[in-house]
Every structure is written in C-alpha cells, then in structure tokens.
C-alpha cells in the first residue's frame, strides 16, 4: 500500500525568504506525484506533478519540485515567498496503473511580512 | 474555464437527516471522486466513479452512497446523516483513473451535523 508523509505541519516564513515543505512517500510499485495548493475557503489547485523523465519539476506561481527516487521524496520549494504564497500545501501519490491519489496530512505555510 | 461545480458552500443538517451533496463537471472527464478534508488527516477518499453508473469504494465509505445517473454529476449521498460526519467534502474530476493528469477540485461544501 501506498502512503505520503509531510513532514511539517506548519512552515512560518518570512517573505522574500526561500522555503521547503518536505514529502516523503511509500510505494512497492512506480508512482506519479504530485503538489496541490489550497487557498483559504476553496478546493485544491494543481501546482505541478511528477510523472517521468527529468527530476526537476517546475510548477505555477514559482514553486518547484524534486522527485529522489532513492530517498522516496519529493520536496517542494520555492527560492522567495510572497504574502499571497500563503495557504495549505498538499503531496500527493498516485500509483501508475492505480485507480486512486493518496495525499498527505498537508502543510500550512505562514508567509509573514 | 473549466470546473467543478459544488452545488452549495455551506450546510446545516441534523442528525438523521438524509443528505445530498451534487457535484457537476463541465470538462467531459470520465472519472469523479468524493473525498472529506479534517484537521490533521488531509483528504480521504470515499467512493470514485470511472463511468456512468459505475461506483467504486474509496477507503471509508461507510455511511455513505453515491449515484452517477449522467458523465457529468456524481452525487454523494448521507442516508442518516451523524454528527462525526461533520467535514470539508470535496468533489474532483479527472480525464484518467490513474491520476496522471491530476485533479480538477470542486470549492468544497463545509457541512456540519448537529
């Protein structure tokens, strides 16, 4: 069985600051991968997503990822946050060839001026 | 622009009461999903459907139902509605059952069971 672990519940930042919200995963079998942002009061948008080929990911709003299938992780970051870049965070797995997206608990990043 | 449309935001319901939860997509996905966001557990699947008429259990499934009469709405059903299914519930949409052209999520209908 699959399962995703975000490692921090809660990132407090400051803006213009850098920031990383860690993910890690387990899997027997290969997996797409995913991140998700959630603003207050709505559903989950797409930010970016790990299906093959290069390990590097770039998604919207300037984030990036990056998939190390040896640590099984898939850390998001961003180089310098902004107030807006608040919200809730989540990683998401989905097995190739499976029928379902198992995400995480999620991580509330705080961007404080 | 594309969506999913969740027919209602907010609701309030008492315990017992039967609920309906609509969900309608515009983008002709095949595949429709019912998940519930609490605190601390992120999202949890309760049932997904692959086609009209088709249903598929997610990992908790139990207390509720869902009907798919049409591609485009997937409804999710609380036949006696209790108080810890007060939750976030999030309807998404998606062009393959695997998932790898991601999600398409509806806002969300906060329900609260008293």
């Known amino acids: 069985a699959q399962s995703v672990t975000q490692l921090d519940s809660q990132v407090p930042v400051f803006e213009e600051a850098p920031v990383e919200l860690r993910c890690n995963y387990s899997?027997?079998?290969?997996?797409?991968l995913f991140w998700y942002v959630q603003y207050p009061n709505q559903g989950l948008q797409l930010l970016l997503k790990?299906?093959?080929?290069?390990?590097l990911v770039k998604g919207i709003n300037g984030f990036e990822a990056e998939f190390n299938k040896s640590q099984t992780s898939f850390h998001l970051r961003k180089p310098s946050v902004h107030i807006s870049d608040t919200a809730e965070y989540f990683c998401?797995?989905?097995?190739?060839?499976?029928?379902?997206?198992?995400f995480g608990a999620g991580t509330r990043l705080f961007v404080k001026a | 622009d594309v969506k999913v449309t969740q027919s209602s935001r907010y609701l309030v319901k008492r315990t017992g009461e039967k609920v309906f939860l609509e969900c309608v997509q515009d983008?002709?996905?095949?595949?429709m999903f019912w998940y519930r966001q609490d605190p601390g557990l992120g999202l949890r699947l309760i049932y997904f459907?692959?086609?009209?008429?088709?249903?598929e259990k997610g990992d908790i499934p139990e207390g509720y139902s869902v009907s798919r009469e049409k591609k485009e709405r997937f409804s999710l059903i609380l036949e006696s509605a209790s108080t810890n299914q007060t939750s976030m519930y999030l309807c998404?949409?998606?062009?393959?059952?695997?998932?790898?052209?991601?999600?398409?999520f509806g806002s969300g209908t906060r329900l609260t069971v008293v």
């Open positions: 998404a949409s998606s062009l393959q059952v695997e998932g790898n052209y991601g999600y398409t």
């Open positions: 899997s027997s079998v290969s997996v797409y």
């Open positions: 790990y299906l093959s080929g290069s390990t």
């Open positions: 998401a797995v989905s097995e190739t060839g499976g029928f379902k997206t198992i």
């Open positions: 983008m002709d996905h095949e595949n």
């Open positions: 459907s692959y086609d009209v008429k088709m249903k």
